[in-house]
């Protein structure tokens, strides 16, 4: 059949009515969406143990470079301080002032990019750092007056970076330092030489899934053992710290998964025991004698899907619990009974009608909590306020619109409340339960996410951001 340009005219009109009809129909089934996935809290992680398979030989590598003697006698042994409450009596008077807005520097250095904090222990700064260029989980010892790095050991790890890599502050005893990496690798090194002791890969030896952003969780040194939470197919456990054997197990039928919470420890009549906040719930697992690992209690009303602040734990058994994202507060009440332990729930506040906390956890003073509101405060938003211990629905008072501190860590030192803000700013507030008072602060440098837990000893105060960690001496000068 011959085309004619004729014929053509014709058929185009019903050509084009065709490809319209087509197209309407594939504009209405398509899916934009089909391949997109909900951006949740907790569901941007890049890379997990559980995604590769490394034979990761834990303290592999080593290298010294110095050593200093220093006769400095204080420390920070530990994420939150030796008794786990991020509060200090100083060795030292501090200052809480910053003539011509300017503190003494003593010494700075560029770290790979995380949030881990840092442990003191007699003259020297520990912290677990993250280097790019060898790929390495990289355990650094520094002195803590000339900044100077002293050793270092270190193992090779892929990790990718996701808001950071390093998260974790070590735990640090007269003859040891025990360190958790962002991907669940444990290890154990003599404090002073840096000698390897041992190491676990809580992934393949417990089944662990590292959570999302990595592993925060900060170990536990306790009488010699290291108390760890890896979930998997046990919800705690306590290494000897010298040998590296496992003391005890707890079970973990429930399934709970590791969070970035920490073990808290805590003497509830009498009794010694560890609290932990899972993926899952919180539990109480006794501490020491012959029921060491033996679960006392658990709750599953506290079940957050991403939990990074800890459990603060008060004399008269009451548990509050917080976290970000929405997820707001509880308050808990631990009974006992015959030597047997239960726990309820007292209350649940939503963000903004009560205390609540995204990444730090509460400070608690002579009977009140104090801590940094999260984003969802609605008017308290970043706010640092105090409210009474037995009801965090009570604001006793609150830092003001005009003094908000973001994500930053806070601890108490010499009787003042010391907060570093997201962008390194420290502020200084009198330690009061009864009122608000700002009394200096002090821009440090241009940071970013300044959010690692602060550490003070001899007078000295060692604080990071992303990318940076710096030591300033807070001495008051008299």
């Known amino acids: 059949m011959k085309f004619s340009w004729g014929n053509g005219i014709r058929v185009l009109p019903v050509a084009i009515a065709v490809v319209a009809v087509v197209a309407l129909f594939w504009w209405i089934l398509w899916d934009p969406t089909s391949k997109w996935t909900e951006s949740v809290p907790g569901k941007d992680a890049a890379l997990t143990s559980a995604s590769v398979s490394e034979n990761v030989k834990i303290g592999a590598f080593f290298k010294r470079m110095g050593q200093e003697k220093t006769a400095l006698t204080g420390t920070w042994t530990r994420f939150r301080g030796a008794n786990s409450d991020n509060i200090k009596q100083s060795e030292v008077p501090l200052t809480d002032q910053f003539p011509g807005n300017k503190a003494t520097i ?29 790929k390495a989980d990289m355990l650094r010892c520094f002195s803590l ?38 991907r669940g690798h444990v290890m154990c090194v003599d404090r002073v030489s840096g000698d390897f002791k041992w190491g676990k890969d809580l992934v393949k030896e417990f089944g662990t ?46 399934k709970w998964k590791m969070s970035h919470s920490s073990i808290m420890p805590y003497t509830f009549k009498g009794k010694k025991m560890f609290v932990y906040a899972a993926v899952g719930g919180i539990c109480g697992v006794a501490a020491d004698g012959p029921d060491a690992g033996k679960l006392l209690w658990k709750t599953s009303d506290f079940n957050k899907s991403v939990v990074a602040p800890s459990p603060v734990c008060m004399p008269d058994g009451s548990i509050f619990m917080t976290a970000g994202y929405g997820a707001g507060s509880m308050q808990f009440q631990l009974k006992e009974s015959g030597g047997s332990y239960s726990i309820e729930k007292k209350m649940t506040l939503k963000p903004g009608d009560g205390l609540a906390c995204e990444q ?22 970043n706010q640092l306020v105090c409210v009474k211990a037995s009801d965090p629905t009570k604001v006793v008072w609150k830092s003001g619109s005009d003094r908000q501190f973001g994500l930053g860590p806070y601890l108490v030192a010499d009787d003042k409340i010391y907060i570093l ?10 330690k009061s339960v009864t009122g608000f008072e700002h009394l200096s602060k002090v821009k440090l440098f241009d940071g970013a996410d300044a959010w690692a837990p602060l550490a003070v000893a001899d007078g000295y105060m060692v604080l990071r951001d992303s990318k940076k960690m710096m030591c300033i001496d807070l001495r008051l000068k008299r």
């Open 209 to 254: 899934e590292v959570p999302l952003w990595y592993t925060g969780q900060c170990p536990l040194i306790e009488n010699n053992v290291a108390i760890l939470a890896p979930g998997g197919k046990a919800l705690l456990i306590g290494v000897d710290c010298a040998t590296g054997k496992v003391l005890w197990e707890t079970p973990n039928p429930d």
């Open 360 to 381: 730090q956890t509460p400070l608690l003073i002579d009977g009140y909590l104090i801590g940094i509101m999260p984003k969802d405060g609605k008017t308290l938003r």
């Open 106 to 134: 003593c010494w700075e250095v560029e770290l790979g990019e995380g949030h881990s904090g840092a442990a003191i222990y007699k003259g020297l700064v520990y912290v677990l750092d993250y280097d790019e260029a060898q």
């Open 145 to 182: 007056v000339s900044g100077k790095e002293q050793w270092r050991r270190w193992y090779t790890i892929q990790v990718k970076r996701n808001h950071g890599m390093s998260r974790t502050v070590p735990a640090v005893t007269e003859n040891v330092i025990v360190t958790m990496g962002p």
């Open 421 to 430: 803000n997201d962008d390194a700013t420290l502020h200084v507030v009198r």
